[in-house]
Structures are given as C-alpha cells and as structure tokens.
C-alpha cells in the first residue's frame, strides 16, 4: 500500500489556509482544506495506533507572542479515506494546563505524540517562563466519530 501525502499551508498571515492532498486512498480522491488560525511549523506521517496505515501531523502555532499550538491530524481508514484526529484543547485539561501560556512544541515521538510547553509562575512575563516544562504523552484511539488523542503520561522535568 503506497500512500502519499503533499501538504501546502498558505502561511502568509495569522489566518491560513492548510491543504492535504493524499494519493493511494480508494474511496477519497480530493484534498483536504483547513482553515487555521497560525501557520504551520511542521508536519509528520506516522502510524501510532500501529494498524499498517498512517496518520498526518501538521503542528500549528498561532500568530503573536503567545504562539498557541494546535494540532490538524488525519488518520487513514483501511486505506480508503481518511478522518480527523481529535486533540482536547489544553484548556479543558485543569489538572495539566496550569501555568500554560502557549509555545509548544509537538513531535511524534517513539510511538506516542507529545505537546511539550514551558511552565509559567505567577507573575512571568510571556517570554520569560521561570518552571520547568511539561511534557504531554498521547496514545491514538478510535472514537464515535473518528479518531481521538488521549492522555498517557505528563511528567515535568
């Protein structure tokens, strides 16, 4: 199975255009458009759920000094088309997103893909957290509409 994948972001201003072309899908012909707040700052193929057919990573990172990351992700589906892959947003995870004020980074990483952010104290600026850093794991689950990452491990460091 030869799948390939061309990923073209417009990124010429805070609000872009990300556009995923797969090959070698049976049932999915056209490309995949989104609109996203940032620009692209990477984008990985891999396959973390370990089923013999791979997902695409685009990492986005907003425009301004927060640099708020968020992740477009698409799975392939037993090689016939392909379906979002859903991160929960920081934000709803209280436990996990204290002291987060953005600049992350993610990467697919050993078999899991990871959000890493620096840890910000009361009272730092934007640009000068003074914590550590947290590292989010994630393991890929299929879920009721598609595909899901769900928390494996957090650790600081």
């Known amino acids: 199975m ?6 073209n972001a417009t990124n010429e201003g805070s609000l872009n255009k990300l556009t995923i072309k797969p090959t070698g899908l049976t049932e999915q012909k056209g490309p995949i458009e989104v609109d996203i707040d940032g ?3 990477n984008a990985e193929i ?5 089923n013999g057919f791979p997902e695409v990573y685009a990492y986005v990172n907003s425009a301004g ?3 708020y990351g968020s992740l477009v992700g698409y799975a392939v589906n037993k090689g016939k088309s392909m379906t979002e892959i859903y991160l929960p947003p920081i ?3 209280k436990k996990h997103n204290a002291g987060y004020m953005g600049h992350d980074e993610f990467a697919v990483f050993e078999g899991t893909f990871v959000q890493r952010f620096p840890i910000y104290r009361a009272g730092d600026a934007n640009a000068a957290p003074t914590g550590k850093t947290r590292q989010l794991q994630y393991k890929l689950k299929p879920d009721e509409a598609g595909w899901k990452l769900v928390l494996d491990k957090a650790f600081e460091y």
């Open 2 to 7: 030869g799948f390939t994948f061309a990923i």
């Open 39 to 41: 620009s692209v700052t």
């Open 46 to 50: 891999a396959d973390l759920d370990v």
């Open 65 to 67: 000094s927060g640099s």
């Open 91 to 93: 934000a709803d995870d």
